[in-house]
């Protein structure tokens, strides 16, 4: 599975964004998929996943109510619509796949395939 991952920029504070993720190969209808960021100097940090249906999805507290995660199948996109964007939303974000699982969403340790990160700034 190859990912890419776009849509990042500057954005002010309360601004909005888009990423989307493109996965070639034909399994993406049956991997998990998520997204984790990770700030300067800091470890990367779940944000949000989808299942393979996209029939469960988890969220960061920190971003819950704000930031939507949704995927096509048809299109082997899986998006992060990001709204009320704060300054600690500043990170490069990731987006992740791996084979369906019952692990949790967030253990990173399950997700095997990277993206090439974005970069987000948001700015006060």
């Known amino acids: 599975v190859q990912l890419q991952a776009s849509g990042g920029g500057l954005v002010q504070a309360g601004g909005s964004l888009r990423l989307s993720c493109a996965a070639s190969?034909?399994?993406?209808?049956?991997?998990?998929m998520a997204w984790f960021r990770q700030a300067q100097g800091k470890e990367r940090e779940f944000v949000a996943a989808i299942i393979w249906s996209g029939g469960k999805t988890d969220y960061a507290d920190s971003v819950k109510g704000r930031f939507t995660i949704s995927r096509d199948n048809a299109k082997n996109t899986v998006l992060l619509q990001m709204d009320s964007l704060k300054p600690e939303d500043t990170a490069v974000y990731y987006c992740?796949?791996?084979?369906?699982?019952?692990?949790?969403?967030?253990?990173?340790?399950?997700?095997?395939?990277w993206g090439q990160g974005t970069l987000v700034t948001v700015s006060s």
């Open positions: 992740g796949a791996r084979k369906w699982s019952l692990r949790s969403l967030s253990d990173l340790s399950t997700f095997g395939y």
């Open positions: 190969g034909r399994t993406f209808s049956s991997n998990d």
